[in-house]
């Protein structure tokens, strides 16, 4: 449809009235904004007798017009388009204010794109014309309003228009010679006299100048004047937001002195907060603290400055400023469902400690004096508000308050390890002593959410704990048994406390007698097994020089929590991880042993789940008993590394020198036939497939060499399987396999029989483009494979296993597939090939004749066909052909200049010049090539010019 007024509004009534058409009514509608009739239409749809819609259309496409299409605008009509700009802002200075502030926002584009050589002053002009008394049909109040309104989104439209470097320099400085206009109109403004409506726009005004940069020492008279009205509950939240944005520019810093002279009033807002707190005001209280956090936050230096400085004042308020926040985290009631602002500190207790610890010595000792006790009153409040409610009040939180509460305590506990790195060896006194006092009064089986606490923080700081500490942790772990574990929340605690312990325990076995019953006892409770086997398993991993005392106790804990049928598949799965960490320091016959015992029922179920029809049942039976398989052969590696102190000299030797088999291979060599069994079964499963090929991952990473007398035996089954369904993760394991075996002569045959199926498999996957859309996750992981295979294997490559052809070819289909991943998998492999043919005469030959194919797809790619986000990996295939070919490149590039609307319709013959000169500058140099590809991309898309083309181009 032509482009008219009538069409214009026809189409807004459509969009806003008829939902199905919606989509569509969007697109021509933003289509005509765009077009030249937009300079015409816009100015009919703003007449007196439209609807609200349709006049706001007509003043957004104004916007569009001028902020965008700017050069469509002759010089001679500069000024009466500014005319009839301010002719319809007075003819809707009544409303409605939706219209009325996208016209404003149109007028502060016109007056960005103008000055200051054809508009010097506008904002004093503005200013001047809304100050004039003969405005008919206008009171004060009105004037006043829209001109606020207009002054507000001037610097906003700054901010958002898409201006070059050099423009928005020159723009920047008319704007701030005008602030010498704007502040002294809202310092008449924000007055106790003034209107309510007026005031509140003037506060949106002044945050706005803010957020353009008004130094903080300039509008320190208004600041002093907005805090007067933070007690007034209709301009309340608008005031915060304004003081908000004050203290929190960024250039804000640069001026201390003026800060700490706002201090004061700031402080003042303590007992507003507290009366809010009592009175159960949410929204009081929320404001209240996000004014305090954006001080303390963005001036935390100045505060510890301001400590060990001479200014007592200062000192004093600083103090007084730490206490307040201190007050805000310790808000009465439960977060989220009686408070919601104490997590807001989170932030400002570490940026306040990373300040602290950055002091130099003298300076952090002085600090720290001062500080430590603000600290223990910090984990005094953490410690309550950390506590679970009781139990039936927490059942009646919604899920999302649970969850909500969840993530809370975990911030609690980032909070206590910033606490923990001022307090150290205090804090774990502190908490054992609190401890201790609740055991001696009897209470603690009142007061178990305290205990939690306890534990809670205790696990938290765990990773900062210096390994050599000997007072505090073991007195906590001899208190464990005199507490009453009768609550769930309180033993999970418990136990992940323990588990966070493990790397602490390496250094104090003797304390693994406190904690491993408890470990196993949790394992017999489901309600707490998640937390016991995760606790085991971290023990178990981090002790294992030590563990042998308590093997048989863990094993034959763990053998009845397997066959107990209660636990959770995650939890059984630790389990057997845990089983592997134990058995690993044992005896060959011992491991056996205790294999044959505990395996036996686990392998005997999965091989009556082998026999069953496939079902989902039977599905999730396979799953379970091959991740544990899988996660035993992770774990159990009889083969560790000697242990060395710090000198380098020995201390410890776990490296096993037996003859006996590795454990892994003997049960993997009994379970094979099982699994092929499962293999055929299943082969159209990805899930059961991608679960075998883990397993043989897994037993491969610990076997490695140990690994090749079965390597035929799984070589020909990962074959079978490929052969029947390429699978991505049967790429994986090839390639491990491959990698390790191929440079050994006896696996010579095994590995290129493997390598050759594999190629020859996906090769036909590529003479289908249905095969390549169907399986873009097995081409990426085969072009990883092949890069592997480049870099690493190169003598199965330039075998006759394969068609070289065939494989480069595959690359460069591969990289214009759209999946990101993908291009950058066949891009990472078509540079490694490429290389590859400097000392390969094969390769060489494959890329020389079949390179024009390539650059061919690499210039369709970049002009467009593929995702502007790899057009960096595009860029480093460039390069490797640049660097292979370099005699060849400038020709091959040259084909493309004279062949009309390639790579695409909007570049021109001198662009694609300019291209190829740019590469040919330097070929060989990946920041130029880099360069060079982006901004022949951005040419190509009509991108260049562009905001997105103006903020990507910096960071190449």
């Excluded at 200075?93 to 002053?121: E, F, Q, Y």
């Excluded at 130029?928 to 997105?948: Q, W």
Aim: charged fraction near 20%.
């Amino acid at each position: 449809m032509e482009y008219s007024a009538e069409n214009i509004e026809s189409a807004v009534r459509q969009f806003y009235y008829d939902a199905s058409l919606q989509r569509e009514v969007h697109k021509w509608l933003t289509s005509a904004q765009v077009s030249p009739e937009a300079w015409s239409f816009s100015w009919e749809l703003l007449g007196d007798n439209k609807s609200i819609e349709v006049q706001f259309f007509g003043a957004s496409t104004l916007h569009v017009k001028i902020a965008r299409y700017w050069k469509e605008v002759p010089h001679d009509q500069y000024l009466s388009l500014r005319t009839r700009l301010f002719e319809r802002i007075f003819q809707f200075t009544t409303g409605p204010k939706m219209v009325l502030t996208r016209l404003c926002v149109a007028m502060s584009a016109l007056a960005l794109h103008t000055m200051p050589d054809v508009w010097p002053d506008p904002v004093y002009d503005m200013i001047s014309t809304f100050q004039q008394e003969d405005i008919p049909n206008l009171s004060s109040v009105q004037k006043a309003t829209v001109l606020l309104d207009l002054l507000t989104v001037v610097p906003e439209e700054f901010i958002t228009l898409n201006l070059t470097h050099h423009r928005r320099g020159i723009l920047r400085f008319e704007l701030e010679k005008a602030l010498k206009h704007v502040l002294p109109l809202l310092q008449s403004i924000l007055t106790p006299s003034s209107p309510a409506g007026v005031y509140e726009q003037g506060l949106r005004c002044f945050a706005s100048w803010v957020e353009f940069g008004i130094p903080i020492m300039e509008g320190e008279q208004i600041i002093h004047q907005v805090f007067q009205t933070i007690g007034n509950e209709q301009l309340f939240d608008t005031t915060i937001d304004t003081l908000v944005s004050v203290f929190s520019h960024p250039d804000t810093h640069r001026y201390p002195y003026t800060v700490k002279r706002l201090l004061p009033q700031v402080l003042q807002v303590q007992d507003m907060f507290n009366k809010a707190a009592q009175d159960s005001d949410m929204d009081t209280c929320h404001g209240i603290c996000r004014l305090v956090v954006s001080v303390a936050e963005n001036h935390s230096k100045m505060i510890v400055d301001s400590i060990y400085g001479e200014d007592e004042t200062a000192r004093t308020n600083c103090l007084n400023l730490i206490n307040l926040a201190l007050s805000i985290t310790a808000a009465p009631g439960h977060y989220p469902v009686e408070e919601i602002c104490s997590d807001l500190t989170f932030t400002f207790w570490y940026i306040l400690q990373d300040d602290i610890v950055a002091l130099e010595q003298d300076k952090y000792r002085t600090v720290l004096a001062v500080l430590q006790p603000i600290y223990l009153s910090l984990i005094e409040v953490l410690l309550v508000k950390v506590q679970h409610p009781q139990p039936s009040e927490f059942d009646s939180w919604s899920a999302d308050e649970k969850e909500q509460f969840r993530c809370y305590r975990q911030d609690i506990g980032d909070t206590m390890m910033y606490a923990f790195n001022i307090l150290h060896e205090p804090l774990l006194g502190h908490m054992c002593n609190m401890l201790g006092n609740l055991l001696e009064s009897g209470t603690q089986g009142a007061q178990w959410q305290m205990i939690e606490a306890v534990f809670f923080l205790f696990g938290s700081v765990a990773e900062s704990i210096d390994q050599c500490e000997e007072v505090y942790l073991p007195a906590l772990l001899n208190m464990l048994p005199r507490i009453p574990f009768n609550n769930v929340k309180l033993i999970s605690t418990a136990l992940y406390m323990i588990g966070s312990f493990g790397e602490w325990l390496s250094y104090h076995p003797n304390c693994l007698g406190c904690v491993i019953p408890l470990l196993l006892q949790g394992m017999e409770n489901p309600e707490v097994a998640t937390a016991a086997t995760m606790a085991l398993k971290d023990v178990t991993r981090e002790t294992l020089d030590h563990i042998h005392p308590y093997s048989h106790q863990i094993l034959s804990s763990c053998k009845v929590a397997l066959e107990s049928n209660t636990l959770k598949s995650r939890e059984n799965v630790r389990i057997m991880s845990s089983v592997g960490q134990v058995l690993s320091v044992m005896p060959f016959s011992d491991i056996m042993q205790y294999l044959n015992s505990i395996l036996t029922v686990h392998l005997n179920q999965l091989e009556q789940y082998s026999k069953e029809v496939p079902s989902a049942t039977s599905k999730a039976g396979i799953l379970l008993k091959l991740n544990m398989l899988s996660w035993l052969f992770a774990s159990l590696n009889t083969t560790r590394d000697q242990v060395e102190d710090e000198e380098g000299e020995q201390l410890q030797q776990t490296r096993q020198t037996s003859n006996d088999p590795k454990p892994v291979f003997v049960i993997l060599q009994q379970i094979c036939p099982l699994l092929h069994t499962i293999i055929e079964k299943w082969i159209n499963d990805a899930g059961v497939i991608e679960a075998v090929c883990e397993l043989f991952k897994r037993a491969l990473r610990t076997l490695m060499e140990d690994f090749a007398p079965i390597c035929n035996q799984v070589t020909q089954m990962l074959m079978e399987m490929y052969q029947t369904v390429p699978y991505a993760a049967i790429l994986d394991i090839s390639k491990q396999l491959i990698v390790l075996f191929s440079t050994e002569k006896e696996m010579e045959n095994t590995t290129k029989g493997l390598f050759s199926a594999v190629c020859g498999k996906t090769l036909t996957l590529f003479q289908s483009g249905a095969g390549i859309q169907e399986h873009t996750d097995v081409v990426e992981q085969f072009m990883g494979f092949l890069a592997q295979m480049t870099k690493k294997c190169r003598h199965l490559v330039t075998k006759e296993t394969c068609s070289l052809e065939g494989l480069f070819q595959a690359g460069i289909v591969g990289m214009a597939l759209p999946e990101s991943h993908t291009v950058k998998a066949a891009c990472c492999f078509l540079g490694e090939f490429m290389m590859a043919g400097s000392s390969s005469p094969e390769i060489h030959e494959v890329t020389l004749s079949n390179a024009h194919h390539l650059i061919d797809q690499l210039l369709r790619c970049i002009g467009g066909s593929s995702p502007r986000g790899v057009m960096d990996h595009m860029a480093d295939v460039l390069l490797s052909v640049c660097k292979a070919h370099t005699q060849h490149i400038h020709k091959w590039l040259e084909v493309m200049v004279d062949k009309e609307g390639y790579p695409s319709i909007r570049l021109q013959k001198e662009d694609k010049q300019k291209f190829i000169k740019n590469i040919m500058r330097n070929p060989v140099n990946k920041r130029r090539v880099r360069e060079a590809v982006t901004e022949f991309t951005f040419l190509a898309r009509g991108l260049m010019g562009t905001e997105y083309a103006a903020h990507s181009t910096p960071m190449i």
